[in-house]
T-cell receptor, first 114, second 110 residues
Framework: DAGVIQSPRHEVTEMGQEVTLRCKPI?????LFWYRQTMMRGLELLIY????????DSGMPEDRFSAKMPNASFSTLKIQPSEPRDSAVYFC????????????FGPGTRLTVL | SQQGEEDPQALSIQEGENATMNCSYK?????LQWYRQNSGRGLVHLIL?????REKHSGRLRVTLDTSKKSSSLLITASRAADTASYFC??????????FGTGTRLQVFP
């Protein structure tokens, strides 16, 4: 299996621009998680989906952030408008509900907002 | 869901030595997982120990769980430079989500 795929791997944008991060979970997994990691705040859970339905978005920092999962094999995390404080590494992870609790992480997207 | 707290925050050892990291949590759990994160990479699952298990081995890894003390430890034996990474514990109790702590940063010097 290819594992969790994220794109782009690196994104540099200017403040105010829209940013879209993409994730393809492992085939057959039905739970998907978006995390953000910074030196200051560590690894934060932003939102997660079960069977394409958002279950808990309490970690989404503000309305500028939105996430969608239109089907079982694709999810997006959008930031509009972006701000310098959004600079971080964003990880996507997936797991199989009903299996073990093990999550499988993607390689991350390093976002820099200038 | 609950967050595990890893201790120490940082650990430096020489190759060949053993490394021990600890994790404490606050409420009852079904299982506890340990993950590793190499610099610039995503987390990688290492091992899962269930609440009815006291010890588990995987290669050079040994994990213990003491539910009465609400603590777990991860021992890496005969460490290698490639073990240099951050290590996170994730306690879980019937929840979908995992809350990660700040981790233990392990540095293994050749």
């Amino acid at each position: 299996d290819a594992g969790v795929i994220q794109s782009p791997r690196h994104e540099v944008t200017e403040m105010g621009q829209e940013v879209t991060l993409r994730c393809k979970p492992i085939s057959g997994h039905n739970s998907l998680f978006w995390y953000r990691q910074t030196m200051m705040r560590g690894l934060e859970l932003l939102i997660y989906f079960n069977n394409n339905v958002p279950i808990d978005d309490s970690g989404m920092p503000e309305d500028r952030f939105s996430a969608k999962m239109p089907n079982a094999s694709f999810s997006t995390l959008k930031i509009q408008p972006s701000e310098p404080r959004d600079s971080a590494v964003y990880f996507c992870a997936s797991r199989m509900v009903g299996g073990t609790d093990t999550q499988y992480f993607g390689p991350g997207t390093r976002l820099t907002v200038l | 869901s609950q967050q595990g707290e890893e201790d120490p925050q940082a650990l430096s050892i020489q190759e060949g030595e053993n490394a021990t990291m600890n994790c404490s949590y606050k409420t009852s759990i079904n299982n506890l997982q340990w993950y590793r994160q190499n610099s610039g990479r995503g987390l990688v699952h290492l091992i899962l120990i269930r609440s009815n298990e006291r010890e588990k081995h995987s290669g050079r890894l040994r994990v213990t769980l003491d539910t009465s003390k609400k603590s777990s430890s991860l021992l890496i034996t005969a460490s290698r430079a490639a073990d240099t990474a951050s290590y996170f514990c994730a306690p879980s109790h019937n929840t979908d989500k995992l809350i990660f702590g700040t981790g233990t940063r392990l540095q293994v010097f050749p």
